[in-house]
């Protein structure tokens, strides 16, 4: 077996070549072997700690999987999680060149399919214990329609939840924003939190691509004292799930 002269490793290790193959300076190989616990005791080491580092990695990601529904309902009653929820549908994937924010006409609206499709998610939350929400919704006609057929009470416009599909530079704004209001609304104990926006800016905030109608949950990945306390405006979402579209 080659040994590295610079590190005193065996260049075939793991059947990979070592330091030889990083090209680093003055590593080269030669065929003496190291002295005695110079080089098999550190592989050794190494190997043990790779060995852990896998198991806790699965591990943790045993224990953070999705939720199954029961689970997720039961963390928004308690209001513990947020409903992040694209507009039902609405036939199109932009709005007409004409567009103009508070004019309906002017906009991609829910088509008929898609006002039904709002009116059985309310059917579907209020049977599953959320009769009535803290709902916010982007100013945009198909959001806010879709938020007010869910009849969980009143809609609170929100810009934060405005489309940035062709204002790209609002991303980063609209984001923050979003991910202001989940962080100051979520609580133990409050109404259950339902923002309903479109597909780019659940996106941008999960990287996950929702169907119309399709709800993505979700809560902070820290708590709000310790974001608050550390100044970030902008801390990640866990997505517990995802409660699919009927």
């Known amino acids: 077996m080659a040994w590295c002269r610079f590190c005193r490793r065996p260049?075939?290790?793991?059947?990979?070549?070592?330091?030889?193959?990083?090209?680093?300076?003055?590593?080269?190989a030669g065929n003496k072997l190291p002295t005695k616990?110079?080089?098999?005791?550190?592989v050794r080491t190494l190997t043990l700690l790779l060995g852990l580092l896998l198991f806790a990695t699965g591990t943790a990601r045993a224990q953070h999987g999705p939720l199954d529904e029961t689970e997720l309902w039961q963390l928004?009653?308690?209001?513990?999680?947020?409903?992040?929820?694209?507009?039902?549908?609405?036939?199109?994937?932009?709005?007409?060149?004409d567009f103009t924010l508070g004019d309906c006409?002017?906009?991609?609206?829910?088509?008929?399919?898609?006002?039904?499709?709002?009116?059985?998610?309310?059917?579907?939350?209020?049977?599953?214990g959320i009769d009535a929400a803290r709902v916010y919704s982007s100013q945009w006609c198909r959001c806010l329609d879709t938020a007010r057929l869910l009849g969980?009470?009143?809609?609170?416009?929100?810009?934060?939840?405005?489309?940035?599909?062709?204002?790209?530079?609002?991303?980063?704004e609209r984001t923050a924003a979003a991910?202001?209001?989940i962080q100051s609304q979520i609580r133990a104990g409050a109404p259950p939190l339902l923002l309903?926006?479109?597909?780019v800016n659940i996106t941008a905030l999960t990287d996950v691509l929702p169907a119309s109608g399709?709800?993505?949950?979700?809560?902070?990945?820290?708590?709000?004292?310790?974001?608050?306390?550390?100044?970030?405006?902008?801390?990640?979402?866990?997505?517990?799930?995802?409660i699919a579209a009927p």
């Open 11 to 28: 260049c075939c290790w793991l059947r990979l070549r070592h330091c030889c193959w990083r090209r680093r300076p003055g590593c080269f």
């Open 37 to 42: 616990g110079t080089a098999v005791k550190p």
């Open 76 to 97: 928004l009653r308690a209001g513990e999680a947020a409903v992040l929820m694209r507009h039902a549908r609405a036939p199109g994937t932009d709005d007409p060149a």
């Open 105 to 128: 006409t002017t906009q991609r609206n829910l088509s008929n399919a898609g006002r039904a499709q709002a009116k059985t998610i309310g059917k579907r939350l209020r049977a599953n």
């Open 152 to 172: 969980l009470g009143a809609v609170e416009p929100f810009h934060g939840l405005n489309s940035f599909f062709r204002d790209r530079g609002a991303e980063s």
């Open 179 to 181: 991910l202001d209001l």
């Open 196 to 199: 309903v926006t479109h597909q």
């Open 214 to 242: 399709e709800m993505v949950i979700v809560r902070p990945a820290r708590g709000d004292a310790a974001a608050r306390a550390q100044g970030d405006r902008e801390p990640s979402l866990v997505v517990l799930g995802r």
